[in-house]
């Protein structure tokens, strides 16, 4: 396989309009495509734990051009099945985004409520910088954001 990138991520939400609230509204993500689509057209049931009956479908960027795009599903008048996984858990645990002042930025998203997924002095250094932090989105997923290496 020649991959030329990750073209997206994919995560199902309970909420749509919580988690545009999250992603878009406070992270600041670009909204590239919203619309509901049908799961059963082409066959496609055998991607679903169980049959849905229709399913929105947004894709979200973080800067122009930038990717991998994050995709939220949800299906309309259908609760999803399950919970989010920890790091310890077989699937995909987080999403990670790099930022240049991550301490800045973790200030931020606690003024704007955002709950950090561990105590503060957990993700800072014994010099009293912020490098990394996880945070959790609505539906309890781990969030990351870090100083890219």
């Known amino acids: 396989m020649e991959a030329t990138c990750v073209t997206h991520i994919g995560i199902c939400v309970r909420d749509m309009d919580r988690s545009l609230a999250f992603y878009r ?3 600041g993500m670009t909204v590239l495509g919203d619309r509901m689509t049908d799961p059963t057209e082409g066959g496609r049931l055998h991607n679903y ?7 929105r479908w947004v894709s979200l960027a973080y800067g122009d051009d930038a990717t991998p795009t994050l995709t939220l599903t949800s299906h309309p008048g259908d609760d999803p099945d399950g919970q989010p996984i920890k790091l310890d858990e077989v ?9 240049a002042d991550v301490k800045g930025l ?3 998203l606690l003024d704007k409520g955002v709950e950090l997924a561990g105590p503060i002095e957990s993700f800072t250094g014994s010099d009293g910088d912020i490098r990394s932090i996880y945070v959790f989105d ?11 290496h």
């Open 25 to 27: 509204d406070i992270l």
């Open 49 to 55: 734990r169980r049959e849905r009956q229709a399913r």
């Open 91 to 99: 699937g995909i645990s987080h999403i990670s985004f790099g930022v």
């Open 106 to 108: 973790t200030q931020e």
């Open 138 to 148: 609505p539906d309890g997923m781990l969030v990351q954001f870090n100083t890219p």
